[in-house]
Structure formats: C-alpha cells, structure tokens
C-alpha cells in the first residue's frame, strides 16, 4: 500500500511570506504528527492530530498551526516565516486508535523548506 | 517530561566491524523505545522497537537493540557493519507524545 505523501518536496520563500505543507497519511491511518528537522536541534514535535482533533502539541509559536480533514489527510502552515524555520518537516502517521498501544510512526519524505 | 539523549553525534567505523550506538532516555512513566533510520533525502524508517516482554529486539538490516530499565538505555548494535548502513540514526521514546533523540551519524570507514 502507498505510503505517506508529502508535498510539496522543495519549496523556497522569503521572509515575511507563509507556506503550507501537505500530508496524506497510510490509508487507515487516523493519526498524523508533524516533526521540524534541522542540524541543531534534530527532530522536534509540532504536533500531532487525529479524527481532525490536535490530540498533542509541542512547544513551537502560534505562527506553526495545523489541521486534519475527515479523510485523515492533513496539512500544516507556518505564517510570517522567519529565516530560522528553514528546515525539513516530516509528517508521520500512525495507526493507532484513540490513544491506545504503541504509537509507532511511519514517516514521509518530507517537505524542504527554505527561508531566504 | 521525557527526554532521549544520543550520546555521540558521529560515529566512524571500519567495514564489517561491529558498531554500537548509545542511547539514554528519561521518563517518569512507562514508555515505548524506538531506533528509526534516515538515509541521505529520505523520511525516517523504523528499524525496530521495544514495547514490552524481551529486553533483547531485533530489528531490520541486522540491527539489535537492549532495553536496560536500571540504567535508562536503549543501546543500538549490529555485529558486522556494510557501507549501506551508512545513515543517521535516531533513538525516540514515548507514548503519547513521540521524542527524538538528536541523531548518531554513522560514518563506514573502508
């Protein structure tokens, strides 16, 4: 079955501007969770949604918000872009069920995200 | 609070060499351990995971993984590295809520 989908794969933008990231998870997935991937700080938690509902979130600004659709598929947006959210952020999905069992994420490829 | 420290950001070693990649959590409750892959370009991919009852996993590729309760650690090892394993390699734990440790960068030396 395919795996999770992330597009765009490469974008450019300049400061000031916003940028939306699209998900589409494993199909049966209702669980999607968000990463931001840089050298320095490795892989950090956006945040993470199911049945349309943010079910976590990480310790990121309110320029960094998200949504779910009733088809799983899910979509993340940074507004007023800084020249610090130049990153890789990697969406995951998962199939676990109302928060019970091990939420075990199986990862896109990831949308890059330049801020210039 | 959990918390994943990684302890070396890079790690060189000779072809067919056994490697091992440290990994240290913290965490006031009960948790799943993880040890995800990325190759250059590419999304994370599970290597293996430990949930419950063994403390000893195996996992893709060769890969093995102890669970040690005492000490807080998830250490990664696999027996006789390949120049395919050439890859960062992150430990992640949680439930709910899924932490990443920094990475280790495994770097095969010929």
């Known amino acids: 079955k395919a795996g999770v989908t992330q597009t765009p794969r490469y974008l450019i933008k300049t400061r000031g501007q916003q940028v939306t990231l699209s998900c589409s998870p494993i199909s049966g997935h209702r669980s999607v969770s968000w990463y931001q991937q840089t050298p320095g700080q490795g892989l950090q938690f956006l945040f993470e949604?199911?049945?349309?509902?943010?079910?976590n979130k990480g310790n990121f600004p309110g320029r960094f918000s998200g949504r779910q659709f009733s088809n799983s598929r899910s979509e993340m947006n940074v507004s007023t872009l800084e020249l610090g959210d130049s990153a890789l952020y990697l969406c995951a999905s998962s199939s676990r069920d109302r928060g019970v069992g091990a939420n075990v994420l199986t990862f896109g490829a990831g949308s890059r995200l330049t801020v210039l | 609070a959990q918390s994943v420290t990684q302890l070396d950001s890079q790690v060189p070693v000779f072809e067919e060499a056994p490697v091992e990649l440290r990994c240290n959590y913290s965490?006031?409750?009960?948790?799943?351990l993880f040890w995800y892959v990325q190759y250059p370009n590419q999304g994370l991919q599970l290597l293996l995971k430990y949930l419950s009852g063994s403390t000893l996993v195996k996992g893709i590729n060769g890969f093995e993984a102890e669970f040690n309760k005492s000490q807080t650690s998830f250490h990664l090892r696999k027996p006789s590295v390949h120049i395919s394993d050439t890859a960062e390699y992150f430990c992640?734990?949680?439930?709910?809520?899924?932490?990443f440790g920094k990475g280790t960068r495994l770097h095969i030396l010929p």
């Open positions: 965490s006031s409750v009960s948790v799943y």
């Open positions: 949604y199911f049945s349309e509902t943010q079910r």
């Open positions: 992640a734990v949680g439930y709910d809520k899924i932490i």
